[in-house]
């Protein structure tokens, strides 16, 4: 077992305060679940009949099959493949809401605007949509009724979102081998049909299907949602902000949003705005809203929220006994935080239909009532804090300053300052003479088998190191955050000499006079499809398939099901793909072999599964090395 169980200062000086506090945290579950079952970590285990559980002997000595026949082989896939549906479904259903709130806003049915007329129309010119001098509102419905022309597709035509957003090259590979999604719902009910008892029992069957899902999540999950959610709270652009629990102050009433979707998130950043009188005359200075998991990334992103903590320290903010409310919307909201809550006067809030609680308060929201429940929730927080307990006070004195809305948007204008006609030349062209060794996206989670941040950090000061530019999202993006990789100090504390030079030119001329920071925030994790943009962008520039790219990614600690189907999504994209803690697929060999090494002559990318962030990052440098051979750099 690991032996430290975080590397960020403020996570360590809070868990003795737990243990004095008698609040249970996620490491303390994670040791009483020791050991954890051998059948279910190589993913032997099935439980999809109930004839079972049944599980094969990876020893070889016991049973080499279910009690239907089913061998190692197709059990670990067949639960790869519902886990991936599971994060594409997570994915594709934030989406739907958000083309929902779109459409109502358009009908003027909901107090939502359309911020970003720029981005609608882009994206309506994309779907091949006539633009020209049509109100927002008609465009948006235009836009909103082709997004669910996909959700609605009974015919064998593949999601439009896909096609009009992925790189040629790729869309041919993802053709031939018949992996071309239809209807996001048809092939995620699909998939659970699939694996259910009695169906596929074809490994390379079932890995093909897991990749769909793959796209399926890519595109009309992660694409749709940020082109959502762009079109109604605009596209990011720089902001300066900071990172970690030091964010909290003790003077003000401390707000978390946490979770996911934005629409809520929004609306709490705007009330809490608008309601710092009533904090004043409670007693506070002011209210501070805070993000945590992806709510925090949403609003850094758009709204300079600071981020107060990534996955596994959820619990922990509340630790701090600084917290008056915690309000939470969807996805990696650990349900053991209404009894730390408990524990404190903070009101853990739950919100929506899906996400109930025992123990929080509910507050429903609708899209129609959002200000009132946001109002409601403000309230709550400046209520609570007359609640509060000093003593049981203690806010970690750890913050990093970070720069953060890296949108392609905000990169594309950057480099616009360095060459207007062609802004991804300088990117190109430093990728060329090797100033830039090659890009990788660090994204996804904390996990509890890893020491939470060690993988992220130090992986990724290896890579910057090595000159590699790092873009990032998620959780992953909060711990290099809180690490300081993303601020001009960042730069010179931790880039290569080539790197560096690129980060200050590109600085200088977008008048920023600091160098950019060495890993570029951006977003969330629905957000990976503007890495996705990156990449069809410079495979569309340079005339390649992005398979060829010196361009990697890595989910450093994955926990959730949305790591895996956004891991198996950057593999259809020809990336070869790091994870850094152990999926449970190894009871198959043939499976391990195929996911990671016989994939890639498949659909050019595979997964490379690597716990010693050095090691992996050693390994992902000689992948972009080898990348760069083949295109002659
Ligand atoms: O969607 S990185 S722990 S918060 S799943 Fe969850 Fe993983 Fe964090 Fe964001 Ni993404
Ligand atoms: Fe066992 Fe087969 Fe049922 Fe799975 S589907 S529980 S392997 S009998």
Known sequence: MKSQKSIDPAALELLPKAALDGVETVWDRYEAQQPQCGFGSLGVCCRHCVQGPCRIDPFGNGPK??????????????????????????????????????????????????????????????????????????????????????????????????????????????????????????????????????????????????????????????????????????????????????????????????????????????????LQEEAILAG????????????????????????????????????????????????????????????????LITTMPIVKIPGATHVPFTLEGADDTAQVIVRKAITAYGRRNSKKIHIPNYKQKIVAGFSVEAIVSALSAVNPNQPLKPLVDNIVNGNIFGVVATVGCNNVKATQDIVHVELVKELVRNNVLVVATGCSAHALAKAGFMNSEGTETYAGEGLKAVLTAIGQAAGLGTPLPPVLHMGSCVDNSRIGDLVTALAGYLNVDSASLPVAASAPEPQHEKALSIGTWAVTMGLTTHLGVVPPVLGSKAVTELLTNGLSDVIGGKFYVETDPLKAAQGLLEDIRSKRQKLGL
Request: charged share 20%; glycine share 8%.
């Open 65 to 274: 099959a279910g009690i239907c026949g089913a061998s190692a082989d197709v059990i670990v896939t067949r639960n790869l493949l519902r886990q991936v549906a599971g994060g594409a479904a997570a994915h594709v259903d934030h989406a739907y809401e958000a083309v929902e709130a779109l459409e109502l806003a358009a009908k003027g049915n909901i107090n939502y605007s359309i911020a970003d007329e720029t981005k609608l129309q882009q994206i309506a010119r994309g779907l091949g949509l006539e633009v020209s001098d049509k109100n927002k509102a008609d465009l948006a419905l235009e836009v909103v009724e082709a997004a669910y022309a996909d959700l609605a597709n009974h015919g064998s035509k593949p999601v439009q979102w896909l096609m009009v957003n992925a790189p040629k090259e790729r869309i041919a590979v993802w053709q031939s081998l018949g992996i071309l999604p239809r209807n996001p719902d048809r092939e995620i009910r699909e998939a659970m049909h699939q694996t259910t008892m009695g169906m596929d029992a074809d490994p390379v069957n079932l890995v093909l299907s897991t990749a769909k899902q793959g796209l399926v999540d890519g595109y009309s999950g992660l694409k749709l949602a940020t082109d959502m959610q762009d079109i109604l709270f605009g596209t990011p652009t720089p902001v300066v902000t900071e990172a970690n629990l030091g964010v909290l102050k003790e003077d003000c009433v401390n707000l978390i949003v946490h979770g996911h979707v934005p629409l809520l998130s929004e609306k709490i950043v705007f009330w809490a705005g608008k």
């Open 284 to 347: 506070a200075k002011g209210i501070q809203v805070s993000g945590v998991c992806c709510s925090g990334n949403e609003v850094l992103m758009r709204n300079r929220i600071p981020l107060a903590a990534n996955y596994l320290a959820q619990e922990l903010a509340i630790i701090t006994g600084a917290i008056d409310a915690m309000v939470v919307d969807v996805q990696c909201i650990m349900p053991s935080l209404a009894k730390v809550a408990s524990c404190y006067h903070t009101e």
